[in-house]
């Protein structure tokens, strides 16, 4: 089973709009992945951002071997934010493989535990994925803008 849990030391989003933004999935900000103390086999990244105005969409890449499986959990709404509709989608070699729009019930929850939404992305080949998130029309009675998401790649 997986367990993915937000840290204090989400890495904060490079956030530029325009020129250097990681709005494009060519453009995705690396993200920091580090290994798990408790499993050798997961490496592990999370990431505080936001979608201001303007903003339309955030990437961020990481390596993936063959088998690995990425596992994700991203929140918004349901976190205090005012995003609605806020969607996932992960792209491996350049590929779209899984998306998901958060519930008014529930978070965007890949992996292979209880209480998933879906079932964790496994890579076919070596590449590189990238994570995209992507949101509706704002609240119009709550201005937060930002998201919390975690990615836990596991080797085989």
Same mark, same amino acid.
């Given at each position: 089973?997986?367990?993915?849990?937000?840290?204090?030391?989400?890495?904060?989003?490079?956030?530029?709009?325009?020129?250097?933004?990681?709005?494009?999935?060519?453009?995705?900000?690396?993200?920091?992945?580090?290994?798990?103390?408790?499993?050798?086999?997961?490496?592990?990244?999370?990431?505080?951002?936001?979608?201001?105005?303007?903003?339309?969409?955030?990437?961020?890449?990481?390596?993936?071997?063959?088998?690995?499986?990425?596992?994700?959990?991203?929140?918004?709404?349901?976190?205090?934010?005012?995003?609605?509709?806020?969607? /996932?989608?992960?792209?491996?070699? %350049? &590929? @779209? $493989?899984?998306?998901?729009?958060? +519930? =008014?019930?529930?978070?965007? /929850?890949?992996?292979?535990?209880? %209480? &998933? @939404? $879906?079932?964790?992305?496994?890579? +076919? =080949?070596?590449?590189?994925?990238?994570?995209?998130?992507?949101? %509706?029309?704002?609240?119009?009675?709550?201005?937060?803008?930002?998201?919390?998401?975690?990615?836990?790649?596991?080797?085989?």
């Amino acid at each position: 089973a997986t367990t993915i849990a937000f840290e204090t030391g989400n890495t904060p989003e490079t956030e530029a709009i325009g020129a250097n933004a990681n709005d494009t999935l060519a453009a995705a900000q690396v993200l920091t992945m580090t290994a798990d103390t408790a499993n050798a086999k997961v490496k592990r990244g999370y990431m505080l951002a936001y979608l201001p105005t303007g903003d339309v969409a955030d990437n961020f890449s990481f390596a993936v071997a063959s088998g690995d499986s990425s596992a994700i959990a991203c929140g918004a709404a349901r976190n205090g934010s005012g995003l609605q509709s806020f969607k /996932a989608e992960l792209f491996v070699a %350049g &590929a @779209s $493989k899984q998306t998901e729009t958060e +519930s =008014a019930t529930a978070d965007i /929850a890949w992996s292979s535990g209880k %209480g &998933a @939404s $879906k079932a964790a992305v496994v890579a +076919s =080949a070596a590449g590189t994925a990238v994570l995209q998130l992507t949101s %509706g029309s704002p609240s119009t009675t709550n201005t937060g803008r930002f998201y919390l998401c975690g990615v836990h790649v596991t080797s085989p």
